[in-house]
């Protein structure tokens, strides 16, 4: 997805969008032009008379984008494999204001997986980078439905917890020099 940004693009058909950052779902007009700021894991992040949103990956087509790919697991794979595809889809969430995935800045701080006899549950404890977010819904359910179209996955239960604290030295490394926190 990378390679988009400051793309200018139309809406071509009426979207559904969440406002940034007060995380407030609107309906995106055809013929509204703007450019994208963010492509990152699947989502756009526009900017459209003044404002930034936030479009669905889902939605691509309706300002001429493709949709990402779902994750697929090798046939007969083992719980490793089901955890690496699940970290790998939570390293496709991005705060729609900071082009770092949320494992890179530390806002995961658990993931753990059950099997049961109807499929694998995963349950998962993340916070936001500060609790006010108006955002946080958002990407609480944008974790929701990226580990839920892992194949085997029946139930993603995600949790938002605040303790500990965030700080900018959860981040990993390269996302710290990423966002010049050193």
Not at 98 to 107: E, K, R, S, T, W
Not at 113 to 119: K, M, N, R, T
Request: net charge negative.
């Amino acid at each position: 997805m990378r390679g988009h940004e400051n793309e200018p693009i139309v809406v071509r058909r009426e979207v559904k969008a969440i406002a940034i950052p007060a995380g407030v779902e609107v309906n995106l007009k055809v013929a509204a032009v703007g450019y994208i700021t963010q492509a990152l894991g699947g989502s756009f992040t526009v900017y459209i008379d003044g404002n930034l949103f936030r479009i669905a990956g889902a939605d691509a087509d309706a300002i001429g984008m493709t949709a990402a790919k779902p994750p697929e697991v090798p046939p007969g794979a083992s719980e490793e494999d089901i955890k690496n595809v699940i970290w790998d889809q939570l390293r496709t969430c991005y705060d729609p204001e900071i082009p770092v995935n949320i494992v890179d800045l530390g806002l995961i701080y658990e993931c753990s997986l059950q099997s049961g006899d109807d499929g694998r549950s995963v349950g998962i404890k993340m916070t936001l980078t500060a609790p006010g977010c108006g955002m946080g819904d958002v990407l609480v359910q944008d974790v929701r439905d990226k580990v839920l179209i892992v194949p085997t996955i029946v139930r993603a239960d995600v949790e938002l917890v605040f303790d500990p604290p965030w700080n900018h030295t959860m981040m990993s490394e390269a996302a710290r020099l990423q966002t010049g926190m050193m």
